[in-house]
T-cell receptor, first 112, second 115 residues
Framework: LAKTTQPISMDSYEGQEVNITCSHN???????ITWYQQFPSQGPRFIIQ???TKVTNEVASLFIPADRKSSTLSLPRVSLSDTAVYYC?????????????FGSGTRLLVRP | ETGVTQTPRHLVMGMTNKKSLKCEQH?????MYWYKQSAKKPLELMFV???????ENNSVPSRFSPECPNSSHLFLHLHTLQPEDSALYLC??????????????FGQGTRLTVV
């Protein structure tokens, strides 16, 4: 599984756009990029998944450049409730024994 | 509410006790996972069951014993644990369709304290 690197922590203010970048230099051709969000003492929650270019849903956008060696999770107009740990995962979706391996994640703190 | 239910939410046990954690999902998923999350550490994958067969055992000590009687239920049997086993234990499930696997849904976790 491709190794991922994310910033350990980020600070932001309410109403701002937050961009969290993840590096995955060894991403394989059949790997997808998936982001999860985790609040304290809760299980992670799926946010978004993509393979290339841009994916958008009601929660976030995911930008993936052509070389796919990095990806950026974009959270528009964050609120205090977006304070959480965000994990970037890279792995094959087309795998019947798909293992979710989590790294250290990025701890986002949204301030008033 | 994710559709994955874990019980109990909190558990305190002595080192000589035997207890079990339970996970239940009725999402039609056929893969289930146990994770351990210690304070300030990443989630550690412990076990994976796919179609009720254990497909992953990440060098977990034998004092942790998983059981998957059917695709909707997953147990983690605990015995003679150590204080360092205190952690948040998370269950997750996903659906495998042929060679594809959907995103995982996690339970709220069981906060385990070993005294």
């Amino acid at each position: 599984l491709a190794k991922t690197t994310q910033p350990i922590s980020m600070d932001s203010y309410e109403g701002q756009e937050v961009n969290i970048t993840c590096s995955h230099n060894n991403i394989a051709t059949n790997d997808y990029i998936t982001w999860y969000q985790q609040f304290p003492s809760q299980g992670p929650r799926f946010i978004i998944q993509g393979y290339k270019t841009k994916v958008t849903n009601e929660v976030a956008s995911l930008f993936i450049p052509a070389d796919r060696k990095s990806s950026t999770l974009s959270l528009p107009r964050v609120s205090l409730s977006d304070t959480a740990v965000y994990y970037c995962l890279v792995g094959p979706r087309m795998d019947s024994s798909y293992k979710l391996i989590f790294g250290s994640g990025t701890r986002l703190l949204v301030r008033p | 509410e994710t559709g994955v239910t874990q019980t109990p939410r909190h558990l305190v046990m002595g080192m000589t006790n035997k207890k079990s954690l339970k996970c239940e999902q009725h999402l039609g998923h056929n893969a289930m996972y146990w994770y351990k999350q210690s304070a300030k550490k990443p989630l550690e994958l412990m076990f994976v069951y796919s179609l009720e067969e254990r497909v992953e055992n990440n060098s977990v000590p034998s004092r942790f014993s998983p059981e998957c009687p059917n695709s909707s239920h997953l147990f983690l049997h605990l015995h003679t644990l150590q204080p360092e086993d205190s952690a948040l234990y998370l269950c997750a499930s996903s659906r495998t369709q042929g060679s594809m696997n959907t995103e995982a849904f996690f339970g709220q976790g069981t906060r385990l304290t070993v005294v």
